[in-house]
Every structure is written in C-alpha cells, then in structure tokens.
C-alpha cells in the first residue's frame, strides 16, 4: 500500500511548485532525523507507490530528494524563487543518482504464458516502442504464449522488475543497441544481464499490478539527506 501523504502537504507543495515560490518544510529522514528548511521545489517523481520531491535547499546548489510521506509539514513561504535555466527534471531523472542506469540502451525481450502480465504490459506499457506478438496457440486456437519486447535503458530497476515477475517470464533477453553504428545499422549484441529473469522459479506470483514506470520516474534512494 501507498505510504500516507498529508494532505496539506501534499497541497501546498504543488502549490510552491506551480507558483516558484520557496517551501519551509519539516522533515523526517528514515532514521528520525529532523530537519528544518527552506527549499527550492523543482518537481515530483514517483516509484512505485512513493512520491519524491526533487529539490534544492536553500543557499546549496545540489538537489536533494525528499520523501513527500516523510514530509511533517510543508508552508509556501512569500518568496519567489528563479527556476534553474540548466534544470530539467527529465534530464535530471535520466541521470545519476536517479535511475542506478547501467549505461546503455538494450532490446529487451520477454517469453511469457501469463495472460495477467500481457495485460498489464498492455494497459501500462514500457513506452512507446513495446510490441505484444502472440508466441504459441493452444488447444482452443487463442494465445498461450506471448512475445513481449521493447527498446529502453537498462538499469537495476529494470533487473529489479524482471526479477520480481521471474515465475510469470519463461524466457528474458537483452541485446545491446548501438546508439550509433558505424555501418549506418542498428546493431545488437546479445547480452545475459546481471539480475535477468531466469525460467520460472519458486519465489513470486504472476503478473504484478504494472509495467516499470516510466523513465522519468526511476529508483530513487530511500533516503537522500
């Protein structure tokens, strides 16, 4: 379940958020320490079920990320801040110490007999890139297996996901993308990641509520302050 955010909290940081405008917060670390200050909002993410805020403190020039639930209080103060002309929050998100990403962009493609997890990918796919190709028919002539593959960053969350589905995934495989080939091609070279989805083991169910979440919303430490 979703951690519980207040609700003033959750009101008034959007607001500084939409107006540039300082928040005064409260905040409690994962260890239970306090701290009191004034920081510059730059933008919400999410992963999984937390929401951060992407932030700067007062007088520091590095961002820090705040879990909202941990958050006690939050007050928009009656000074304007200018936003960052070098901040952009995908950008941002993309890069360390975000995404834990591994530095390249790979194919990746899945074997699965798991109708929940083909629907899931449907309804919350990976991006735009996904494609779901039916594999094998059954004796009733519908699908019974499915070919699921997508181009996107590899990264221990996207280990972390085919780890967490490794009894709804027959079958995982990254091939390398060369981002610019010397022949003019797309290249690919096959990969056995640290962390891929083996064939089905004894630990988790099937399916899971959702894809990875999108790019812009990667792993974030539990604690950055």
């Known amino acids: 379940m979703p951690p519980v955010i207040r609700q003033n909290v959750f009101e008034n940081v959007t607001e500084a958020l939409f107006l540039d405008r300082l928040l005064a917060v409260r905040y409690r670390s994962a260890r239970g320490k306090i701290t009191e200050a004034r920081v510059m909002p730059l933008g919400l993410v999410q992963q999984d079920v937390r929401t951060y805020l992407v932030c700067r403190f007062e007088g520091f020039s590095d961002c820090r990320h705040l879990a909202l639930h941990r958050i006690e209080s939050a007050r928009v103060t009656a000074f304007d801040f200018e936003r960052p002309a070098d901040f952009d929050l995908e950008d941002y998100t993309a890069r360390a110490?975000?995404?834990?990403?591994?530095?390249?962009?790979?194919?990746?493609?899945?074997?699965?007999?798991?109708?929940?997890?083909?629907?899931?990918?449907?309804?919350?796919?990976?991006?735009?890139?996904?494609?779901?190709?039916?594999?094998?028919?059954?004796?009733?002539?519908?699908?019974?297996?499915?070919?699921?593959?997508?181009?996107?960053?590899?990264?221990?969350?996207?280990?972390?996901?085919?780890?967490?589905?490794?009894?709804?995934?027959?079958?995982?495989?990254?091939?390398?993308?060369?981002?610019?080939?010397?022949?003019?091609?797309?290249?690919?070279?096959?990969?056995?990641?640290?962390?891929?989805?083996?064939?089905?083991?004894?630990?988790?169910?099937h399916g899971g509520e959702a894809a990875l979440p999108a790019q812009r919303f990667p792993w974030i430490p539990e604690d950055s302050i």
């Open 97 to 205: 110490p975000f995404n834990y990403a591994q530095g390249r962009t790979v194919r990746l493609t899945l074997l699965t007999d798991d109708p929940a997890l083909v629907q899931n990918l449907r309804e919350t796919p990976f991006n735009s890139t996904q494609q779901i190709e039916p594999a094998a028919l059954g004796s009733n002539g519908k699908p019974s297996r499915w070919t699921i593959a997508a181009t996107l960053e590899d990264s221990l969350l996207l280990d972390g996901w085919l780890a967490m589905r490794r009894q709804s995934i027959l079958k995982s495989e990254k091939a390398v993308v060369a981002s610019a080939p010397a022949n003019g091609a797309e290249a690919a070279a096959s990969a056995a990641p640290e962390g891929a989805a083996e064939p089905r083991g004894s630990q988790d169910g």
